[in-house]
């Protein structure tokens, strides 16, 4: 019964209807239409919620439309509904109507992994006093291993959809008419206290950080660029309080001590 | 015996908020306010399911407002209704929060929203019969013992009967509490909406509810469908509890005695300032009803 009312709720299926109490056929559909209604404008706000910035780039009406073709092909599988939306970005590159944004789908799988990040669990990370401490200890900084939460992401967009999704901030740091969409872009994806942040960084400060998620010293974590500079990228990260650890062993010797 | 008086002997001192005063959702818009102005409320009620994550502001500004007041978990998605076997690892989760939280109480839907894999995020109808009975009881013994203590069991607001119902909604609750030992949530905004859509006398439904079974109130708003074929009312949580509602609300505790109750809203959120208002009308109807009761004893 539950599989065919199921059927009856996202097709114009009409097995079910003999299941339902009622005068007329007009009846029977009105009274159907109202769990219809409740499952797809549920939906569609849940997509939204997940996806804001996506939905306020295409537009209401279209992102009504994508949504409900997207929850035919792929309802929820999880009663959390902040999980839902896992294929949205897949969807929305073969989703023929979107195809003048060929950002689109990064966009949608950016704002997706930012939620995903925001409830994952929080990792201790070092006050910027704990990092001034312990590089005032010793002689050369250079052999440190800097260590950053295990959920830091780096991520290389031909799109700069990091700035479009700045610019969509009511902190009004960037305006969107400032964003060159099809200028690529370096993203750093992390968490700062209970919320993920995303940061627009340099391709030098994108290869300095991977090199520290690489478990190397600091020295060789310094890439070969003119425009990398040690102070800020150290500022930043004291900033967005992203050192978990600082050590003069990298990680995995110093796991294996324990 | 209830739940509600089951809790009552334990933990009185504890309870006394929630027993005494009515509550009000939370929603993360509120959680500043709160822990800035710690308003006087009975207690706040959570959705399990937006409170299950392992970090971020939910788990955060709960804990925090837990240390505060007293809580209660209401489940939106065990599809305790569903034909299919329940989801035990989303129960594990559950019973999890249910650990750490302790509410007041734990209620969740006489209703359907999964189906195996499929979660629709509706609560869906299920039909009055002696298999669907069965397989309720099944499911919600199998929730008590998960969580080891009695749950409420909501009524639900409908917009269609099943041909196949052999017996009433009230025969059906009763005989579900009767059973396996659960408490229930009587919505009386449901009853409002759901015999309004079957046409059906929401006092006379009040008159047959097994009150002693129940263990908590929910109110909330809702909303006309003026469709062309024929009007229904719709659960929308997103407006004041109507007039009719505390009409029928004043009923219920004249049949019941004083209930726990909370002023359920997900929806068009007002400022918390609202919500703290119908708590209060709530607390006002409450004491007139147990002034009535002192002086009818009296007599």
């Given amino acids: 019964m539950n599989s065919h009312f199921k059927s009856a709720l996202f097709s114009q299926d009409s097995r079910f209807y003999n299941e339902i109490k009622a005068g007329s056929l007009a009846e029977k559909e009105t009274r ?16 939204s919620d997940i996806f804001p910035v996506t939905h306020s780039v295409v537009g209401d009406d279209f992102f009504r439309a994508m949504a409900r073709a997207y929850i035919v092909e792929h309802p929820p599988s999880s009663p959390i509904l902040r999980e839902y939306g896992q294929h949205f970005s897949d969807f929305i590159r073969g989703f ?97 206290f209970l919320y993920a942040q995303l940061h627009v960084i340099r391709f030098s400060e994108a290869c300095f950080l991977k090199n520290l998620l690489q478990h190397k ?42 | 015996m209830s739940c509600l008086a089951n809790k009552a002997e334990g933990a009185l001192s504890a309870s006394s908020g929630f027993l005494s005063r009515t509550g009000i959702s939370l929603k993360p818009v509120y959680y500043q306010t709160i822990l800035t102005d710690f308003p006087e409320i009975g207690f706040f009620e959570i959705h399990a399911e937006n409170y299950l994550s392992k970090g971020g502001p939910a788990p955060y500004f709960l804990a925090q407002i837990r240390e505060h007041y007293p809580i209660t978990v209401h489940g939106v998605g065990l599809s305790i209704g569903g034909e299919s076997p329940l989801d035990v690892d989303h129960l594990e989760r559950v019973a999890t929060l249910v650990e750490t939280v302790q509410p007041e109480v734990f209620s969740e839907h006489l209703a359907w ?35 080891q203590r009695p749950m409420l069991l909501e009524n639900p607001s409908t917009y269609f009967e099943f041909a196949r119902s052999n017996m009433s909604e009230v025969e059906f609750l009763s005989t579900i509490a009767k059973r396996t030992g659960c408490g229930l949530l009587l919505d009386v905004n449901n009853v409002e909406v759901s015999c309004f859509n079957r046409r059906g006398n929401p006092y006379e439904y009040l008159n047959a509810f097994p009150m002693d079974a129940v263990g908590q109130i929910h109110l909330a708003g809702h909303t006309m469908d003026t469709n062309q074929e024929l009007p229904l009312k719709i659960d929308s949580h997103d407006d ?31 400022s918390i300032t609202e919500l703290l208002k119908e708590a209060q009308f709530a607390d006002e109807i409450r004491q007139a009803v147990i002034q009535e009761r002192h002086h009818e004893l009296a007599l």
């Fill in chain 1, 32 to 47: 159907l239409n109202v769990y219809r209604n409740n499952v797809f404008v549920s939906l569609i706000e849940a997509l």
């Fill in chain 1, 96 to 192: 023929e109507a979107a195809n003048s944004l060929p950002f689109l789908a990064d966009l949608a799988a950016l704002e997706r992994n930012l939620l995903t990040l925001t409830h994952e669990r929080e990792h201790d990370t070092l006050t910027r006093e704990d990092v001034a401490t312990v590089f005032a200890k010793v002689e050369d900084p250079s052999t440190l291993y800097l260590s950053l939460p295990p959920n830091t992401q780096l991520l290389a967009s031909p799109f700069a959809i990091g700035s479009l999704y700045q610019a969509h901030q009511s902190d009004g740091k960037l305006r969107l008419d400032e964003v060159d969409i099809y200028g690529s872009e370096y993203l750093l994806l992390c968490k700062s």
């Fill in chain 2, 240 to 270: 004041t509890v109507s007039q009719n509602v505390w009409g029928l609300y004043q009923h219920t505790l004249r049949l019941a005695g004083d209930v726990p109750t909370l002023i359920e809203r997900d929806g068009n959120l007002p």
């Fill in chain 1, 217 to 258: 010293s600091l020295e060789d974590a310094i890439p070969d660029e003119a425009d990398f500079d040690l102070g800020s990228m150290l500022a930043k990260l004291m900033k967005w309080q992203l050192i978990s650890r600082i050590s003069n062993q990298p990680p995995a010797i110093h796991q294996q001590e324990k």
């Fill in chain 2, 113 to 147: 929203s999964s189906h195996y894999s499929q979660y629709l995020n509706d609560l869906l109808p299920v039909p009055y019969d002696q298999a669907t009975l069965d397989r309720v009881c099944r499911h919600i013994d199998q929730v008590q013992e998960r969580l």
